[in-house]
């Protein structure tokens, strides 16, 4: 299986900061890699497919990047919305795997 | 596009319960469809998946061959079988909607999700 590993698994942050998320895989996945929004008590969100595709109606202050088997997810300006957990998920082979989650809290 | 989860309830170690998931808004049969679960506490785990003709179907190892996938397409329904429950099962299972006919894996919408309890 492939395992996904995210870091940080919590970070604190402003309003209007920038905050980074990454997200390595264990052996190379190409491209088939997502983003997921989920917030408390609710279902997740698909926020980035594809490595670096905005999926329709997401802020473009979301981006996703790649680098060899490690991922980026970048919230260029926090707005107080954005506060959730967030989560990579591989689909280059079965079984489709996730990250742990990263936590992402006010400070 | 919508998807609306039922079926959920508490059950005993070893019974069975069949989740279903109604979808609206979009041609049901041209997609793949998924099931992914979320233990309390706990991060998503993806349990099962099928392709929009139902000719390919996969799963998780830790619910393969007492857990089942299947859909039908005249009644727009995705659903999991699910044998042999066990504690670690218990979750909340959501259904999610491909973005091809095949498993492509970028999944958007989800449904709400509905609560699965094993414990005697």
């Known amino acids: 299986d492939i395992q996904m590993t995210q870091s940080p698994s919590s970070v604190s942050a402003s309003v209007g900061d920038r905050v980074s998320i990454t997200c390595r895989a264990s052996?190379?996945?190409?491209?088939?890699l997502a983003w997921y929004q989920q917030k408390p008590g609710k279902a997740p969100k698909l926020l980035i497919y594809?490595?670096?595709s905005l999926q329709s109606g997401v802020p473009p202050r979301f981006s996703g990047s790649r680098s060899g088997t490690d991922f980026t997810l970048t919230i260029s300006s926090l707005q107080p919305e954005d506060f959730a957990t967030y989560y990579c998920?591989?689909?280059?082979?079965?079984?489709?795997?996730f990250g742990q989650g990263t936590r992402l809290e006010i400070k | 596009e919508q998807l609306l989860e039922s079926g959920g309830g508490l059950v005993q170690p070893g019974g069975s319960l069949r989740l279903s998931c109604a979808a609206s808004?979009?041609?049901?049969?041209?997609?793949?469809m998924s099931w992914v679960r979320q233990a309390p506490g706990k991060g998503l785990e993806w349990v099962s998946s099928?392709?929009?003709?139902?000719?390919?179907?996969d799963y998780a190892d830790s619910v393969k061959g007492r857990f089942t996938i299947s859909r039908d397409n005249s009644k727009k329904t995705l659903y999991l079988q699910m044998n042999t429950l066990r504690a670690e099962d218990t979750a909340v299972y959501y259904c999610?909607?491909?973005?091809?006919?095949?498993?492509?894996?970028?999944?958007?919408?989800w449904g709400q999700g509905t609560q699965v309890t094993v414990s005697s």
């Open positions: 998920q591989q689909t280059n082979s079965f079984p489709i795997t």
């Open positions: 808004g979009f041609t049901f049969s041209s997609y793949a």
């Open positions: 052996q190379d996945i190409s491209s088939w």
């Open positions: 999610a909607k491909d973005s091809a006919d095949w498993v492509r894996g970028w999944f958007d919408p």
């Open positions: 099928i392709s929009a003709s139902s000719g390919s179907t």
């Open positions: 594809a490595a670096s």
